[in-house]
């Protein structure tokens, strides 16, 4: 590092500055680029990073993605999601970067041609005029801010100072771009409807009944969830219009008929309010996963009839908005139920909007979500998952799972009042049983249980209360309706979902 006063040196030095501002400008630019379209569209497939996140998730080796479900979980997701995006900022960057050495080439102000260039950049990536304009209005806002009051003559006679200047300015507008649009973009969240306000007189029933029928315990979700699992392969969920939406029927039918919104809205005979579970196939054993809500819908058989499907036929493949595809038994969807609300109000965009299908008592991941098609097939073929190796298409493995642990205070024998407590279920087997052991295993007692929902395939909650002075070891398991009980031996969620004892070591 010498600051030899040489010549030679200090050009050098004056170049590399010059060009490190003008690489720290481009960066900038492609931040505000990023930030100017999250700002107009929001996390939605109009988002420039959008369409990079789609390669950077079709890229991932199967197995890369199987492994980062399991020890990553969301995180992984995430993750590649980051990735996604600096990705983007550096494709608007090196954007910024040759518009601006094309101006300096025919002496036009780089604030002229980048935009342009921006903006071409986010049109063929998105197609979204609103996200495009806003890509190149944010890189060219920093463009113009860094050459503000920057005189191009003085540049060589006071290099580090312009170049600073450019820098300073630059990363000030990028902040600033950057900060408007996390504000704007998080408040656009696709195109659902709002609530009506109303939620009608047999919901808000079942919802009073499933809030009675929940246990006082603090720290578990009651009956129906306040916070509901999302999974899915998407960095960034479709956003189907309700107006456009359709449902086709193809494949082994005497005719392919379509759908839309109003048909299934419509059939206001056949529309039906169900408690349904839903637990993913991927989670830890005693993760958290596993949801309930109360779906209002129609039955798919209900809508089917009218299509002619041949109940002997092998299987079916649900096709969904954002090219998720899974396949199972067509028995299975014969109970399947075709939901447009939730908890009361439309579908939220994460689960699926405007339609998804729930299959009772299955693993969630075929209650595929922003549906568009059911396919009739005459032979097994296999599903998203099942292509990566999983075996997810079956019914649920039974599960108690503890989540919490509350001190309730002194016990009148010298020890802790101790209360655990936490949500079993078992697909439509339903629950008949829930057992604690404070021994590690070798004695056991039943927990109280959350009466049962009016429901074919939801949760229960348990409580177990007792007193202890020493550290222990809490151990739960349950019994399915069908009098089965759960087998102890733990397994990996890979290849078809967890199952095993939950435990837990719990100090007084
Ligand atoms: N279209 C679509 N449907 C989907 C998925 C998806 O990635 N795309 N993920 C599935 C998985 S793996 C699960 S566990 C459930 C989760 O539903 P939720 O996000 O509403 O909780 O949706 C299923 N349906
Ligand atoms: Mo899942």
């Given amino acids: 590092m010498s600051d030899r006063p040489d010549a030679g040196g200090v050009l050098d030095r004056r170049d590399s500055r010059g060009l490190l501002a003008s690489t720290v400008v481009a960066g900038a630019a492609g931040v505000a680029g990023v930030a100017g379209s999250y700002a107009a569209v929001g996390r939605t497939p109009a988002f420039v990073a959008a369409p990079i996140s789609e390669v950077v998730v079709a890229s991932t080796p199967d197995a890369v993605v199987a492994w980062s479900i399991q020890t990553l979980g969301n995180l992984g997701a995430q993750l590649g999601f980051l990735l996604a995006l600096a990705l983007t900022v550096g494709l608007f960057a090196l954007t910024t970067a040759v518009a601006a050495l094309l101006a300096d080439r025919f002496a036009v102000p780089p604030f002229a041609v980048a935009p342009v260039a921006c903006v071409a950049v986010a049109l063929a990536l998105t197609g979204s005029a609103v996200s495009t304009l806003a890509a190149g209005a944010g890189a060219g806002l920093v463009v113009a801010l860094a050459s503000l009051g920057v005189d191009r003559e003085s540049e060589t006679a006071d290099s580090s100072r312009s170049a600073r200047r450019r820098v300073l300015q630059a990363v000030a507008g990028a902040f600033a771009v950057g900060g408007v649009g996390a504000v704007l973009g998080t408040r656009e969240g696709g195109d659902v409807p709002d609530a009506d306000g109303e939620i009608s007189a047999g919901v808000q029933s079942l919802l009073d009944e499933a809030g009675d029928k929940s246990l006082d315990v603090d720290g578990i979700e009651p009956l129906v969830s306040e916070q509901f699992y999302q999974v899915d392969i998407n960095n960034v969920d479709p956003t189907p219009d309700r107006e456009?939406?359709?449902?086709?029927?193809?494949?082994?039918?005497?005719?392919?008929?379509?759908?839309?919104?109003?048909?299934?809205?419509?059939?206001?005979?056949?529309?039906?309010?169900?408690?349904?579970?839903?637990?993913?196939?991927?989670?830890?054993?005693?993760?958290?996963?596993?949801?309930?809500?109360?779906?209002?819908?129609?039955?798919?058989?209900?809508?089917?009839?009218?299509?002619?499907?041949?109940?002997?036929?092998?299987?079916?493949?649900?096709?969904?908005?954002?090219?998720?595809?899974?396949?199972?038994?067509?028995?299975?969807?014969?109970?399947?139920?075709?939901?447009?609300?939730?908890?009361?109000?439309?579908l939220p965009r994460g689960h699926g909007y405007p339609v998804r299908a729930l299959i009772p008592g299955h693993w969630g991941e075929i209650n595929v979500k922003w549906l568009t098609e059911i396919e009739v097939l005459e032979e097994e073929a296999k599903g998203y998952w099942e292509k990566r190796g999983w075996h997810g298409t079956g019914p649920v493995n039974t599960v108690a799972k503890l989540h919490t642990v509350n001190r309730l205070g002194d016990a009148a024998g010298g020890g802790t009042e101790i209360q655990v407590g936490g949500h079993a279920y078992a697909g439509t087997r339903g629950i008949r049983r829930v057992e604690v052991s404070t021994d590690g295993g070798d004695s056991w007692s039943e927990a109280t249980l959350s009466e049962r929902l009016p429901a074919e395939d939801a949760w229960r909650q348990w409580e177990y209360t007792y007193e202890a002075a020493e550290p222990h070891e809490v151990v739960v398991r349950a019994t399915d309706g069908e009098g089965d009980l759960q087998p102890s031996e733990e397994t990996n969620p890979f290849p078809s979902g967890p199952s095993g004892w939950v435990s837990k070591r719990v100090e007084p």
């Fill in 244 to 346: 456009d939406w359709t449902l086709s029927v193809t494949g082994a039918v005497e005719e392919e008929v379509e759908f839309d919104y109003d048909d299934l809205a419509g059939m206001n005979d056949a529309t039906e309010h169900r408690f349904v579970t839903l637990r993913c196939v991927g989670e830890r054993l005693n993760g958290k996963k596993m949801d309930t809500a109360l779906w209002t819908g129609v039955p798919v058989m209900d809508l089917l009839d009218s299509a002619g499907i041949e109940t002997d036929e092998c299987c079916v493949m649900l096709r969904a908005a954002d090219d998720y595809f899974e396949e199972f038994p067509l028995s299975a969807l014969e109970d399947g139920f075709l939901a447009f609300e939730m908890n009361g109000e439309a």
